[in-house]
């Protein structure tokens, strides 16, 4: 279905309107309003004379206000990632390049025979991208923060209040179990070394474009251990995987980042262990924000992956036994499972 057309606000028609004809371009164009996934900014598909390009609007500028810095960067370092034309900060508007509406997630859907070479191309991005930007520089915005232990827990406290206050209609945690969270959030905030962390690196931030995959999404970047993107990606709840699918894309990404420096940096024999603790921590905080697109923004397209994020969780408290936050998961399941149906 083709995304509805929209009439964009004179400021933003009569900037557009500016560049184009700085580009020599028609002036004339149609806006489509694209779905923009999770995020509440509004993104636009602009049409003009057979080209397309995708708009930003932001006005408060505090969400995108990094983007462009770390694109130029990421460009730099040979990531594929999407153009930027122009920026214009004051408006809050950023005009990039159109990578089209192949979602990784869709492409896999629809071919499942080719589900392991996306899957490792995928792997082989993450490795470049972490091996290629290490040690992140200190002028990038992405230096002045890190996932630190008060930064995990800020996302634990984000489930419990969408999922769990808000979707679910649930109290908060005892004292033992709070107390819980806290530590295991010093636990898995000492692992390291920092690296360029995505943050939300998984199918559905990944673009199919000329049958090469394009990053997007990238600009609440920060640092943070390869552990967070792997965890990201290996455990999707947007595409499922078994555990021998990830010891074995595990083993490719370690393979590519041989090449860089970094590489020496990580203790192996230790990694698949940090990788369940934080991924348990990961999906954890998904819930909360497919919980939070529905509470907060009134988009239910997210709620069908609750259930995947959850079940993941209770399996990763299962292997991973003791020192883990006392989280009520079975019973948040059970209740969201009961919703849905």
Excluded at 310 to 335: C, D
Aim: hydrophobic letters at 40%; aromatic letters at 10%; glycine letters at 6%.
């Amino acid at each position: 279905m083709a995304p509805p057309e929209k009439t964009l606000a004179e400021p933003l028609c009569a900037w557009l309107s500016g560049w184009l004809a700085k580009e020599r371009l028609p002036t004339e164009f149609r806006a489509f309003a694209l779905a923009g996934d999770g995020s509440p900014r509004p993104f636009f598909r602009i049409d003009v004379a057979g080209k397309s390009f995708v708009l930003l609007h932001e006005p408060q500028w505090t969400l995108s206000k990094d983007y462009a810095k770390h694109q130029a960067y990421l460009e730099g370092q040979g990531v594929p990632v999407p153009a930027f034309f122009s920026v214009d900060e004051t408006l809050g508007v950023l005009l990039m390049e159109d990578l089209g509406d192949t979602l990784l997630q869709m492409r896999l859907i629809e071919n499942p025979e080719e589900k392991q070479p996306w899957l490792e191309n995928a792997l082989r991005l993450l490795a470049r991208l972490h091996g290629s930007t290490f040690p992140v520089p200190i002028d990038l915005p992405i230096s002045e923060r890190r996932f630190d232990a008060a930064k995990y827990r800020q996302e634990f406290d984000y489930t419990l209040e969408c999922l769990g206050k808000e979707y679910l209609g649930l109290g908060g945690l005892t004292a033992e179990a709070d107390l819980s969270v806290t530590a295991f959030c010093k636990t898995i905030a000492s692992f390291g070394p920092d690296v360029f962390c995505h943050r939300d690196y998984h199918t559905r931030n990944l673009l199919v474009h000329q049958e090469e995959l394009r990053v997007i999404d990238f600009q609440d970047a920060r640092l943070g251990p390869i552990e967070y993107d792997l965890a990201s990606f290996l455990y999707d709840p947007y595409v499922g995987l078994s555990e021998s699918e990830r010891e074995g894309l595990l083993a490719h990404y370690r393979k590519v980042l041989s090449a860089f420096p970094l590489s020496r940096k990580i203790d192996w024999a230790t990694l698949p262990h940090r990788l369940r603790q934080v991924a348990y921590q990961r999906v954890v905080k998904a819930a909360g924000s497919f919980a939070s697109f529905y509470t907060r923004q009134g988009k239910s397209t997210h709620l069908p992956y609750l259930v995947p994020a959850l079940e993941s969780a209770i399996e990763l408290q299962k292997q991973l036994g003791s020192n883990l936050p006392t989280l009520p998961l079975v019973h948040w399941l059970k209740k969201v499972q009961e919703k849905l149906a």
